[in-house]
């Protein structure tokens, strides 16, 4: 399996990551009946518990992106040394996204953001 695709799974598993401690943090604040149920009318989560569902849902936007790249690149034969530190780029700077947003530092933040939006760039021009 090529770096890039390898990334992309460990993308995904991120994902899921964030989705459980989302769904955990929104757990403690509005209990788990309320989340067993429709959810109607769930109050809006705060503090870190919102964070961790921003960031996951800010998570799922650019997976679909950064997917969409790689396995492009793959079907056309493109993934490459570029591709891959894009890959990398991505991954990390999503890894690290993830305890910044949930801690609550916004600059930092749209920083680890713009590095793996770099890396989807990175992707992104091998394919032009």
């Known amino acids: 399996m090529s770096p890039d695709l390898k990334l992309l799974v460990w993308s995904t598993v991120l994902t899921l990551i964030q989705a459980v401690i989302a769904v955990f943090g929104a757990m403690l604040q509005v209990g788990l009946p309320a989340l067993a149920g429709n959810r109607a ?10 964070r961790a569902q921003r ?20 079907a ?14 991505f991954f990390w700077a999503r890894l690290a996204y993830v305890p910044i947003y949930l801690i609550g530092i916004p600059w930092l933040r749209t920083g680890a953001w713009a590095v793996s ?11 032009v």
């Not at 034969?77 to 894009?86: C, D, E, I, Q, S």
């Open 41 to 50: 009318n769930l109050p809006a989560l705060e503090g870190w518990a919102g």
């Open 55 to 74: 960031a996951h849902r800010n998570m799922l936007e650019n997976l679909l992106l950064f997917a969409v790249l790689v396995l492009v690149a793959q």
């Open 76 to 89: 056309a034969g493109k993934a490459n040394a570029t591709t891959a530190v894009g890959a990398q780029l």
């Open 117 to 127: 939006v770099v890396g989807l760039v990175l992707i992104f021009l091998e394919l």
